[in-house]
């Protein structure tokens, strides 16, 4: 009896196997134009930044400090998107906050409308050297076909 269900079960297993690989989204062969990316700040919802806007710093519950990230974006392919937060202080190259991710965008299943990702904690070294200061608050997004957008803002850490 085991060896006739064994056959039965691979041919089961193949057909499945055959049949979802064509299930996939479907996405565009191209976009009507480049990756369109919104650098952002919140939680719970999209905040948008513009430059020199004041960004709440947050405490986590471990004690280090953050501010929240956030990306909305379009004509990128959403799935497995990396996406790379810097915080620099105005002038300088060194960096005082680094946070990288992969996420999948929610909202849009073929990167043709705009699709969200709230609250990434974007953690500072050391949060007294950025409070009240200028700094330019970086979102690099490279889709999994190596699509990149980048967006930068002037941003006060308060």
């Known amino acids: 009896m085991r060896r006739i269900l064994y056959p039965l079960y691979s041919v089961r297993a193949v057909s499945l196997i055959v049949l979802l690989a064509g299930c996939g989204p479907n996405l565009p062969a191209s976009y ?4 369109d990316v ?3 700040t919140g939680y719970q919802q999209f905040v948008a ?3 020199g806007d004041a960004v709440p710093i947050i405490m986590g519950l471990q004690g280090g400090f953050h501010v929240w990230g956030s990306v909305r974006a379009r004509w990128l392919d959403p799935f497995q998107l990396h996406l790379h937060f810097t915080i620099t202080l105005d002038g300088q190259s060194a960096t005082q ?3 990288d991710d992969n996420i999948d965008l929610a909202g849009t299943d073929d990167g043709t409308t705009y699709g969200e990702h709230l609250g990434s904690a974007v953690i500072f ?5 950025v409070r009240g200061q200028p700094c330019d608050f970086t979102l690099e997004v490279t889709d999994q076909f190596n699509r990149t957008a980048t967006v930068e803002k002037r941003i006060v850490p308060m």
């Open 32 to 35: 009507p134009g480049p990756p």
């Open 49 to 51: 930044i513009s430059d």
């Open 97 to 99: 906050a680094v946070r």
């Open 125 to 129: 070294n050391d949060v007294a050297m």
């Open 38 to 40: 919104q650098l952002g």
